[in-house]
């Protein structure tokens, strides 16, 4: 049987979900965690449930996969009641990531990538080859077939639990602050491979974070939540540009500063007072984004740099308290 | 040296009887063991599922553990008739005796399958479930191998006190290894007291090492 037959959705898009009306008080609490939450995500979008630590992402995500049962409401995935399916078998078409990887130590790479396969009884070499398939994807050796997790790197364990979520090809993922707990540079990594992974498979993506610059890299669609409620649902320039009330806005607020700083333009922001023949100093033409400027003397350490025309001569310099004020001028107009 | 040698001599010229108490020795630790492990890794196994009777069985046989062995066995002796007709095709005492190390073995399998299963991260069980492993599927491909170091460290335990404690078999005249050292003591011969005492330690000995192995085996290595 050819490996294409155990994966029924290559070359098809990603599944609806709907939520209609869903709650969720847990006992005990005296509020909801999910409160009357109606939200409908389309095939193939990659939506980010944003919001800080406590106003319920979790829950709503875990509710899609039936980790946690509503108290009320209703969740359809293609127009199914999910409360109809088995769990263990709604859960096996839906690829399920979080933070702590929850990779299984003590089972090796490979086994850690067949679970799901092997759950639905696929045969041996289907299994190996699919691993192998899943390696290339998310960019590990071959040779890591035979490790275990703790011989891993967090971000490769993370791609491991990635691996793990895509391995029969689920039309819907969700992923629970999935890089939560790695460092930067793996972060914007991992992120980048996430999208392109998104852009080939195509999958309906629900993706949890608290971290407003992610979701910003990576959401068709942002979805805000505060106590367990919907505040804000739209494209991430519409939560930047057009935020709801002030608690998005202040949720939008660390990030947005210097976002708007890659508004400005080196050009506008020029300190002409400046010794302009100053040699040696890194060099930006004035028509660069002052969040570029900012991350160029910042790399090289130097006090200011020379901003230049389209020619190349210089016309001016610019060092931080120039940014400074540039940025806090634009941002009192708005 | 001496003593060595003598107690070699006792070993060469009573052959028959020292394999017979070897024999009985090792058949009543085995028998002990993996009917204590029949009985009461399912029991750690409930107290570790159960967090209203769990901390209970864990407190009473933690609580039961200070009872010395050889209490156990003069606490069952008067029952001796009734235990003994629970094993019919054995002798009495021999009966008995497994009945008592049996109880014996207990506390360290239960506080252990118990530990073992409850150290597993909830969050590792938690993804397990949103995979799509049915509950038993959970236990039996993640939550039990993830506790299998724990549970063999209960065994390794339990093996040893067993193998000990089996010694005091000889004082209801179940035969063993501690045939020669009650002999010994009564006697004053030293070197009789160590034809018991050094095939018992190296016994248990032997069970340390093998089972501290498998333990190491079924451990998934760290950060190498
Ligand atoms: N198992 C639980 N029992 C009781 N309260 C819970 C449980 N899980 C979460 N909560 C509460 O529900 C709210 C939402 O939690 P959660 O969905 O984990 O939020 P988030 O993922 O956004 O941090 C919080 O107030 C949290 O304390
Ligand atoms: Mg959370």
Redesign the pocket.
């Known amino acids: 049987m050819p490996l294409s037959d155990h994966l029924p959705n290559s070359g098809r898009h990603g599944s609806r979900i709907e939520f209609d009306r869903v709650s969720r008080v847990?006992?005990?609490?005296d509020h909801a965690?999910?409160s009357d939450v109606i939200l409908t995500i389309e095939p193939g979008r990659f939506v980010v449930?944003l919001?800080?630590?406590?106003?319920?992402?979790?829950?709503?995500?875990?509710m899609v996969n039936r980790l946690?049962e509503p108290t009320s409401g209703t969740i359809r995935i293609d127009g199914e009641d999910i409360r109809q399916m088995n769990a263990a078998t709604l859960r096996r078409r839906i690829g399920y990531v979080i933070q702590q990887t929850g990779l299984f130590p003590h089972m090796r790479i490979e086994e850690n990538i067949a679970v799901v396969p092997r759950l639905l009884g696929w045969p041996k070499e289907s299994i190996s080859q699919r691993v192998d398939e899943l390696l290339d994807l998310i960019g590990l050796p071959h040779a890591y077939r035979r490790r275990y997790p703790a011989q891993l790197s967090g971000g490769e364990q993370q791609r491991v639990g990635l691996a793990r979520a895509l391995a029969v090809d689920p039309s819907m993922m969700l992923m629970?602050e999935p890089f939560g707990a790695l460092d930067a540079i793996t972060r914007l990594r991992l992120q980048d491979e996430l999208l392109a992974i998104h852009r080939q498979l195509g999958q309906t993506i629900l993706f949890?974070t608290?971290d407003i610059d992610e979701a910003i890299r990576l959401a068709d669609e942002i979805v805000v939540?505060r106590a367990?409620q919907v505040i804000q649902h739209g494209s991430p320039l519409d939560i930047v540009t057009a935020p709801a009330d002030d608690f998005v806005r202040d949720l939008v607020g660390g990030g947005e500063a210097l976002r708007r700083l890659s508004l400005i333009d080196a050009g506008s922001a020029l300190n002409r007072n400046g010794n302009v023949r100053n040699e040696g100093l890194p060099a930006v033409t004035s028509d660069a984004n002052l969040r570029t400027v900012l991350n160029l003397l910042l790399q090289t350490g130097t006090q200011k740099v020379t901003v230049t025309d389209e020619n190349g001569a210089p016309v001016g310099t610019l060092g931080i308290p120039d940014i400074w004020s540039a940025g806090l001028e634009r941002g009192t107009e708005s | 040296m001496n003593l060595l040698r003598e107690s070699w001599d006792y070993i060469q010229t009573h052959q028959d009887r020292f394999l017979e108490a070897l024999r009985v020795h090792v058949e009543l630790s085995v028998y002990s063991l993996l009917l204590a492990m029949i009985v009461f890794l399912p029991l750690g196994v409930l107290a570790a599922r159960s967090n209203r009777i769990g901390p209970a069985i864990v407190g009473f046989v933690s609580a039961a553990r200070v009872v010395p062995s050889i209490a156990v066995l003069f606490l069952l002796y008067p029952y001796r008739r009734e235990l003994g007709d629970l094993a019919p095709f054995w002798p009495t005492s021999f009966a008995l005796a497994v009945i008592a190390l049996t109880l014996l073995a207990g506390p360290p399998l239960i506080i252990n399958a118990d530990a073992g299963l409850r150290a597993v991260d909830v969050s590792i069980l938690e993804n397990a479930r949103g995979l799509g492993m049915t509950e038993w599927q959970v236990f039996s491909r993640v939550q039990v191998p993830l506790a299998l170091p724990v549970a063999i460290a209960g065994i390794r335990t339990a093996a040893v006190e067993v193998i000990a404690s089996a010694t005091l078999a000889a004082f209801i005249g179940a035969g063993g290894l501690g045939r020669f050292i009650t002999s010994g003591l009564t006697l004053y011969d030293y070197s009789l007291l160590l034809v018991g005492a050094i095939p018992v330690t190296l016994l248990a000995l032997s069970a340390e090492l093998s089972l501290a192995g498998l333990e190491r085996l079924v451990t998934p290595p760290a950060t190498t």
């Open positions: 847990y006992s005990g609490a965690a999910v449930l919001g800080p630590s406590g106003c319920g992402k979790t829950t709503l995500l875990k946690i629970d949890v608290h939540l367990g």
